[in-house]
């Protein structure tokens, strides 16, 4: 993110740019349970930012050598989001980024897993587990929160709402074994 700030130019602006993250870098936030290649967020506004520059080799706790980039790919348009997740998302501050130059937040962990029931993979399905598994969510909030998403979804009303069904059922059962100290 400081490289981000950097990019925005030694211009300083009324109010900041806010970046919105969400996916693994977010999910890492909430529960340390993976760690994510890359950055997947929403910048507030238009920058042009050379994708050279948003991206940083390190080694991991493991001594391996590793690269985080910010994925100039990333695009929310085709994901199930509550017109209010930007809106209610989580600022956090960032050792090394000026937050009156760029805001850093993150979806809410409802949020977040919301915007992993358009594509629904066994990732996304191992994410929303880890974020029932710290409590973060729990299933009548996440139907609640993607049923009112619905309207501006664009894709098949079908899948999603079958994706909904499954995910608030992962949700349960994660609950019911944090409820249970024989699981």
Not at 164 to 183: F, H, L, N, S, Y
Request: proline content about 3%; aromatic content about 6%; glycine content about 4%.
């Amino acid at each position: 993110m400081a490289r981000i700030e950097r990019a925005l130019g030694a211009k300083r602006a009324i109010l900041p740019v806010t970046a919105c993250v969400a996916g693994g870098a977010a999910l890492h936030f909430y529960t340390g349970v993976r760690v994510s290649k890359d950055i997947d967020a929403k910048l507030m506004a238009r920058v042009l930012l050379d994708p050279s520059d948003l991206q940083v080799a390190y080694r991991d706790v493991d001594g391996h050598a590793r690269l985080l980039y910010f994925d100039t790919q990333y695009n929310d348009s085709f994901a199930l989001l509550h017109q209010n997740a930007y809106d209610d998302a989580v600022p956090i501050a960032l050792e090394g980024v000026d937050a009156r130059r760029l805001a850093v937040k993150l979806l809410t962990p409802l949020d977040l897993a919301v915007s992993k029931l358009s594509r629904f993979s066994a990732q996304d399905q191992s994410d929303i587990r880890a974020l029932a598994r710290e409590r973060l969510i729990d299933a009548a909030q996440l139907r609640r929160r993607a049923e009112e998403a619905l309207p501006d979804y664009v894709g098949n009303l079908d899948r999603i709402k079958t994706s909904i069904d499954i995910a608030c059922r992962v949700v349960k059962a994660e609950a019911g074994k944090k409820d249970d100290p024989t699981i």
